[in-house]
């Protein structure tokens, strides 16, 4: 290892902190690793990272501690009986949650003397490591600088602000438009491979589509934040009448349709509220309706 890398611990060895600790071994971190299972901690230690026997001990062989358990309830419980050793360090919690527990667990690190970040990680185990990759952090901007050639170490890391819940809610609405994206290319796929239309056929020209619908993502934007759609593109009313030819097909096809019939209602809803002549932006007016605040 290089001695002049910082030296990192990694609680939580699962799929993911395992992969957390290997992208910092092979960029020469001496790492320190613990898991409540120590046969996790084997195929690191073999590869020059040093097993803790405690928590505590972990925490205490570095002034960077990253935390990645299976939810806040484990992280609490592996944690909490170790608060003596968090005064003077700091604790960077890659553990998924809402964006509420990232709030509370910010101020129970703050009580307890550790400067903390929360983050986010936008990918699966084999693309930690990779520059191309996001990791999400929110909360103390003087943290993230002070270890960012550590956290660099994991993938891009993309600061989002200094409220402490903001990765775990892009984390929510990310999420949200990976399965929503996904779930409508199988859909798509389904119904073109009705016809015998392989996927690997298929996927190059939806692909090619996605890059288009950014586009309509960034002409929109504006719109949202404005609260001003101009339908000078395409309507709802277009976008319903277009759905019908989507559903028609699937059914014609045997394709279950619950995804484009849920489309279409809430575009009926943005139509019946009045945004029928309005882009198909206007209907974020009917998404955001029905949820409490505050």
């Not at 990272?49 to 309830?73: N, Q």
């Not at 394709?255 to 945004?275: C, I, S, Y």
Request: net charge negative; with cysteine; charged share 15%.
């Amino acid at each position: 290892m290089n001695t002049d890398r910082q030296a990192v611990t990694v609680v939580g060895l699962g799929s993911m902190g395992s992969a957390l600790a290997a992208a910092l071994l092979d960029r020469g971190h001496p790492t320190t690793v613990w898991n409540r299972s120590p046969d996790k901690a084997r195929p690191l230690a073999d590869r020059g990272a040093r097993p803790a026997a405690t928590p505590g001990e972990a925490i205490a062989a570095s002034p960077l501690t990253i935390v990645c358990v299976l939810d806040y309830e484990a992280l609490h419980t592996v944690l909490d009986p170790v608060v003596g050793t968090l005064p003077g360090r700091t604790l960077v919690n890659l553990t998924s949650g809402s964006p509420e527990q990232a709030h509370e667990a910010a101020a129970w690190a703050r009580s307890h003397g550790a400067d903390y970040l929360d983050g986010a990680i936008m990918t699966t185990p084999p693309g930690v490591g990779s520059p191309e990759m996001m990791f999400l952090y929110s909360g103390s901007r003087a943290v993230l600088d002070a270890h960012l050639p550590t956290l660099g170490a994991l993938g891009d890391p993309v600061y989002l602000g200094a409220d402490p819940g903001l990765a775990s809610l892009y984390d929510a609405a990310l999420l949200g438009l990976m399965w929503s994206t996904m779930t409508g290319w199988l859909h798509g796929t389904a119904l073109v491979g009705a016809e015998k239309t392989p996927a690997t056929a298929f996927t190059p020209v939806a692909i090619r589509w996605l890059t288009a619908v950014a586009g309509f993502l960034n002409t929109y934007a504006p719109q949202v934040d404005a609260g001003r759609y101009p339908g000078d593109d395409a309507t709802v009313d277009v976008q319903i009448a277009a759905i019908d030819h989507l559903i028609h097909a699937a059914a014609a096809r045997g394709v279950d349709n619950a995804l484009p019939e849920l489309l279409k209602a809430a575009m009926e809803r943005a139509r019946a509220a009045g945004h029928g002549s309005d882009s198909f932006a206007s209907v974020i007016e009917v998404l955001k309706t029905g949820r409490p605040r505050g």
